[in-house]
């Protein structure tokens, strides 16, 4: 079956920090992969994708590469600042079907000024 | 353009009681899903529609009834309300051009005591 597996939180950092949040999954076929932030008291919005191996998705200096031969997605950013306090999910969506989302567990990012 | 509604934000039941949950979007999106967020579980699928008067059931169906009678709604009833209801359910959409992103709505936290 399709599963994610994600670092326990929470991780906490100071500014300018780097970050990484490992993530790792199970699944049949091709999947495609997320990192999803949930900012406090809102939904769930999508951070980078990547939608086959090798593939890196960017997006406000955080990254992460779609590494299938290690299973990974691991989530990096090389200076976070306090805004980047939230809770990031890494999920995957079946490959022949993308209406099915399988999310890990949520690593709460805590940074101090 | 509002994107993903959902209401109540926040809602408070007897054990047998039952309530719909609503959720709304009008960014003509042809799926919609609904999810369940547990403490250190993440979010899990629960139904999840293709279109209008297309449903089907993702991770954990039970104790879960929905219809897409229009393209915009996507409601949520549970028709007898248990304590391991209790969580926060998200309501998320996608387009049909847009094979792997989902827009979340912002969320409703239901208590069931």
């Known amino acids: 079956g399709n599963s994610v597996t994600q670092m326990e939180g929470p991780v906490t950092l100071s500014e300018e920090a780097f970050l990484t949040i490992n993530c790792t999954y199970t699944?049949?076929?091709?999947?495609?992969l997320f990192w999803y932030v949930q900012y406090p008291g809102e939904g769930l919005q999508l951070l980078l994708k990547?939608?086959?191996?090798?593939d890196k998705g960017s997006n406000k200096g955080f990254e992460a590469t779609y590494r299938k031969e290690t299973t990974s997605f691991h989530l990096e950013k090389g200076s976070v600042q306090v805004s980047d306090s939230a809770v990031y999910f890494c999920?995957?969506?079946?490959?022949?079907?993308?209406?099915?989302?399988?999310f890990g567990s949520g690593t709460k990012l805590n940074v101090k000024p | 353009n509002a994107g993903v509604t959902q209401t109540p934000k926040f809602q408070v039941l007897k054990t047998g009681q039952s309530m719909t949950l609503q959720c709304a979007q009008d960014?003509?999106?042809?799926?919609m899903s609904w999810y369940r967020q547990d403490p250190g579980m993440g979010l899990r699928l629960i139904h999840y529609?293709?279109?209008?008067?297309?449903?089907d059931q993702g991770e954990v169906p039970n104790g879960y009834n929905v219809s897409r009678s229009t393209t915009e709604d996507f409601p949520l009833r549970l028709l007898s309300a248990a304590p391991s209801q209790t969580s926060v359910y998200f309501c998320?959409?996608?387009?049909?051009?847009?094979?792997?992103?989902?827009?979340f709505g912002p969320g409703t936290r239901l208590t069931v005591l």
């Open positions: 998320a959409s996608r387009g049909e051009g847009e094979t792997d992103t989902q827009y």
């Open positions: 699944a049949t076929g091709y999947p495609s």
């Open positions: 990547a939608t086959k191996a090798d």
């Open positions: 999920a995957l969506s079946e490959w022949d079907n993308f209406n099915k989302f399988y």
């Open positions: 960014m003509n999106h042809e799926y």
């Open positions: 529609s293709v279109g209008a008067g297309i449903t």
